[in-house]
């Protein structure tokens, strides 16, 4: 199971951190990744790294403003959010999925959360 939780309403240039607690398995050989779906979009890859952190990718659109990065004892994966933009206004899915290569594409992941929503105003 995963569970999303962090969003909110702030300020655009504000930040925020999304956490996505992990449970129910053993997370060594999966990947987590981090999705967001605007109103009327596509749902869209935001971050992705592997439980080891060998391996981190990211969108243009938030490289460089977004960090993904893990809590091993806590079994989270974070999304710390900063400089945020009203396009960031999207609700938030992490998902988790048991390979080796992270993926970007949705349907790449077989595990979701429930969805955070995060809304930035101008």
């Known amino acids: 199971q995963l569970q999303a939780s962090g969003g909110g309403l702030v300020q655009a240039g504000g930040s925020l951190r999304l956490s996505c607690a992990a449970s129910?398995?053993?997370?060594?050989?999966?990947?987590f990744g981090w999705f967001r779906q605007a109103p009327g979009k596509e749902r869209e890859f935001v971050a992705v790294r592997t439980w080891s952190g060998d391996l981190t990718y990211y969108a243009d659109s938030v490289k460089g403003r977004f960090t993904i990065s893990r809590e091993k004892a806590k079994n989270t994966v974070y999304l710390q959010m900063n400089s945020l933009k009203p396009e960031d206004t999207a609700v938030y899915y992490c998902?988790?999925?048991?390979?080796?290569?992270?993926?970007?594409?949705?349907?790449?992941?077989?595990?979701w959360g429930q969805g955070t929503q995060v809304t930035v105003s101008s």
């Open positions: 998902a988790a999925d048991a390979r080796v290569i992270p993926g970007t594409r949705t349907h790449e992941y077989t595990y």
């Open positions: 129910g398995r053993a997370f060594s050989s999966y990947v």
